[in-house]
Nanobody
């Protein structure tokens, strides 16, 4: 069992930056690939970024590529999402997820554990 708690969300102006954190507790964090997903009001949940167990590989949605960076610190049991050049279309609840395998995935259905999410609001 893995518990995930996100933090770092908030209100930011367009063009600004935020860094989200996801702290994990429970079984060996290094055994899990991690992902970030987001859901805006009235929209389906969508993939944002994922990272392999050791941080050696990462994948991004086209909409955030070049602006967002996912990273992890296995010693701290934490995964991060650095978000730059934010725009109002990035407004959503951002959730982290853990997948019981070493390898990353963009499919929400392939993740086993989820956090509660943190709200990110970008004003124009």
């Amino acid at each position: 069992q893995v518990q995930l708690v996100e933090s770092g969300g908030g209100l930011v102006q367009a063009g600004g930056s935020l860094r989200l954190s996801c702290a994990a507790s429970g079984r060996a964090f290094g055994n899990y690939a991690m992902g970030w997903f987001r859901q805006a009001p009235g929209k389906e949940r969508e993939f944002v970024a994922s990272i392999s167990w050791n941080g050696g590989r990462a994948d991004y949605a086209d909409s955030v590529k070049g602006r967002f960076t996912i990273s992890r610190d296995n010693a701290k049991n934490t995964v991060y999402l650095r978000m730059n050049s934010l725009n109002p279309e990035d407004t959503a609840v951002y959730s982290c997820a853990a997948r019981s395998t070493y390898f990353l995935s963009a499919r929400a259905s392939e993740y086993d554990y989820w956090g509660q999410g943190t709200q990110v609001t970008v004003s124009s």
